[in-house]
């Protein structure tokens, strides 16, 4: 039986931006990696330090059912920012022209279904947590905020749960045998241990993040198929 591959949009999306931060913005690249590392996950892992065979390992390559990416639509509202009171579109901002390609990027992609959930109505302003830091350290005051240290405070919806139904659907109808999850939140415990009480091979990508040990216990491996950042990178978070 084939293997089923999902992926937490969100969370692709910063790893890849900390893999490869050149590109953070490159929507064609970002949807080739999303696809190669997806697909990577067909092929068992070399052995013996990579000098198996080639052609023993094509032999042994899975069949795809399908790939498929979660995420949602960008913030496309026109809100006012609070510390410079001007209005910004953000229709026009890097991120949501990065995100809008790339989700049409991906629905060219063979065997690929996008699953998009929905932007929570409520997007009050926060602080840049970074500048949180600094404002518990004492380093800096509210006065001195700018225009640039507040963002809006984004919520996703409905993503984890098309997850969940996605998995629970795999595993009922029997469609699969493996599922790989590209992810790294306990929060998708319950539907592991759904899957694997109904026979399905859980594996877990996260990406080279380390996680949690609650998740450990209950999926049946663990592989990541990105390339791995470098420790002198400081991409390596724990």
């Not at 060219?108 to 970074?130: E, F, M, Q, V, Y």
Request: aromatic share 8%; hydrophobic share 40%; with cysteine.
């Amino acid at each position: 039986m084939p293997t089923a591959i999902l992926i937490d949009g969100a969370y692709f999306i910063k790893r890849f931006r900390a893999i490869e931060p050149h590109n953070a913005y490159n929507a064609e690249r970002a949807a080739d990696c999303v696809f190669r590392w997806a697909a990577a996950h067909l092929s068992s892992p070399p052995t013996n330090g990579g000098t198996g065979s080639n052609a023993a390992r094509r032999q042994s390559r899975r069949d795809l059912y399908r790939v498929f990416f979660y995420d949602c639509p960008p913030l496309e509202k026109k809100l006012h920012n609070p510390i410079s009171k001007r209005s910004v579109d953000f229709s026009k901002s890097d991120e949501a022209i990065f995100r809008l390609s790339l989700h049409q990027r991906l629905l060219s992609k063979r065997k690929l279904a996008l699953r998009l959930g929905h932007l929570s109505t409520d997007t009050p302003w926060t602080i840049k947590p970074r500048k949180i830091v600094e404002l518990l350290a004492g380093k800096t005051t509210f006065e001195a905020l700018e225009p640039d240290d507040v963002m809006p405070g984004v919520r996703q919806k409905g993503v984890d749960m098309r997850i969940g139904v996605d998995v629970a659907s795999l595993a009922f109808k029997k469609q699969v045998d493996q599922i790989v999850l590209i992810a790294g939140d306990a929060d998708f415990v319950p539907a592991a241990k759904l899957a694997r009480r109904e026979g399905i091979d859980f594996v877990l990508d996260p990406m080279w993040r380390s996680i949690p040990q609650s998740l450990m216990e209950h999926i049946d491996g663990l592989r990541s198929t990105c390339p791995k950042p470098t420790p002198r990178s400081g991409l390596i978070a724990h």
